[in-house]
């Protein structure tokens, strides 16, 4: 299974997943990113580029044909809008040979040094960031990382809705508008069948407890997962953003949502993070913000690591977390860009950070 030649190639069915009784596994819709759908959002002529206003030179003729386009057009992109309505709040599923050529590819005795040795240190942990598609999955597998990290939404997107949430199903997607990636079940089963160690960044608090009850159905050793979770206000985390996010989103975890995980999963890593943005050069964390990050971990207890902004973090703030969990590193691109990854990873350990270095260029 190669990209470019593989496998994973797309489709857009209707969705044949009912939110009854749970049945079966399955992976969900496959389209992905990197593959241009038949009809879709991005895709439909209308939302894409509006036709030219024809000049005066053009004529009547000239007119009525744009008038005549643009009422071909405007249908075109209604019926595009509406074909992604199903696809956001009914997640489509895989078709069968998909799903067996992701197994095949987790499966691999090339790729059994991968597998992820309970009890390991962090520190050794090589992170596939933002794993969440089908093709995604195939092109982290087939690359020397031993930790695949997902992100989490509630099917829909927005904020859990009492009496709804078991017809609502965890998804695997970034960011809100996406529709392309996997079922959380699907994701968990092809994780589990690599044996590589699994995080879970969970962008919406309202995935708790589908999250606690997917990950329940599995048989991963608890020392192989990771639950990502913001749960404090960081630098340059937006206080309007952050309760517009919680009203509509369910945004930030809360101390009783990362009690439950760890009630759940007494063995797994917290990772509790904070919610952060672009800084000017030289801020960093606060004592005020580390010190809300250490009562969570003294409150929740177990294994914790704290998962910290490249470019906030400083000597002093490393020694203030470390007596109270692991320190790991990561980065946006966008706002830290390394110029020598090894390099900025001896920095970061010369500093004392002991956990995951998740960089990325």
Known sequence: MRVGTSTLEPWWPGSTRSHSAPGPSKVPAEHTAELTPPVALASTPALRRSPAAPSARQGPHAHAAALAVSAVMLP??????????????????????????????????????????????????????????????????????????????????LRGIPGLGRFREPIMAHDLPRTDGMTLREWLRIGEASGRGLKLDVKQAATVSGIIREVGRHNIPQERIIFNADVVRGPGGSRFLIHLENLLQDRS?????????????????????????????GTCYTDDQLLQLIEFATQIGGPVIFPLRAELVTPAVVRMLKPHGGVAIWNNPKTYKPRDIDADIQRFRQMGVDSMIDLRQ
């Open 76 to 157: 075109r992109a209604v019926l595009g809008v509406l074909s992604a309505i199903p696809r956001f709040f009914v997640h489509p599923t895989m078709r069968p040979d998909t799903t067996r050529a992701l197994m095949q590819e987790a499966t691999d005795p090339a790729h059994a040094h991968l597998s992820w040795p309970v009890g390991a240190p962090l520190r050794d942990a090589h992170n596939a960031h933002r794993v969440n598609t089908p093709l995604e999955m195939e092109q982290a597998l087939r690359r020397e990382y031993n930790f695949l990290e997902g992100d989490i939404r509630l099917e829909g997107g």
């Open 253 to 281: 975890c809360s101390l009783d949502d990362v009690k439950a995980l760890r009630a759940a999963f007494p063995r797994a890593t917290i990772a509790l993070g904070t919610t952060s943005g672009k800084q000017p050069a």
